[in-house]
Every structure is written in structure tokens, then in C-alpha cells.
């Protein structure tokens, strides 16, 4: 999930993202950073299994190296990643 807003975007050769698994942990773990999302959670595109979207890993990525925008998440699952990013920072 890119995370790096169009400004950052627009003058640079990166991007920040999260990770997102379809390898599910377990959801009951103090330290848990993790949204989870389903299909009905996406604007666009199609998630074929449960996912979660990892708000304790960040990358940044070489643009070179994305092939496609995969999909857009709501703004419910929008809110929910920044309130475990902040969690996480605070």
C-alpha cells in the first residue's frame, strides 16, 4: 500500500509503502499493527483472499520497480492504517 503522499511522489525516484500478506497473524498479540482487509474494503479491484496490511512495515521502493496500481482501499481502511501507524509512532 503507498503511503508517500503525490508531493513526495512527484519529485522523487521512490515511493513509501506497507507491506500487505494474505499470511493472516494472529489478531489477539499486544503489538498488533496490522489492518486487516477484504474485497468489500477496496474502490477498486479484487482481492481474491483475506489480507492484512502491515502498518509496522515500511518500505521505500524504486518506482522503476512497480508494475501496476493494484487497487485503492476505502476511507474506513484509509483511517484504520493511519491510526496503527500512529500507534506505532507515539
Excluded: C, P
Amino acid at each position: 500500500m503507498v503511503i508517500s503522499g503525490d508531493s513526495y511522489n512527484q519529485v522523487t525516484e521512490d515511493i513509501v509503502v506497507l507491506a500487505i500478506t494474505s499470511k493472516l497473524k494472529d489478531f489477539l498479540k499486544d503489538f498488533d499493527y496490522s489492518v486487516m482487509i477484504e474485497s468489500k474494503d477496496l474502490i477498486e479491484a479484487e482481492l481474491k483472499v483475506t489480507s492484512e496490511i502491515s502498518a509496522d512495515k515500511i518500505y521505500t521502493l524504486s518506482k522503476n520497480i512497480v508494475r501496476k496500481k493494484f487497487g485503492q482501499v476505502n476511507a474506513r481502511i484509509l483511517k484504520d492504517v493511519r491510526k496503527k501507524i500512529t500507534e506505532l509512532i507515539v
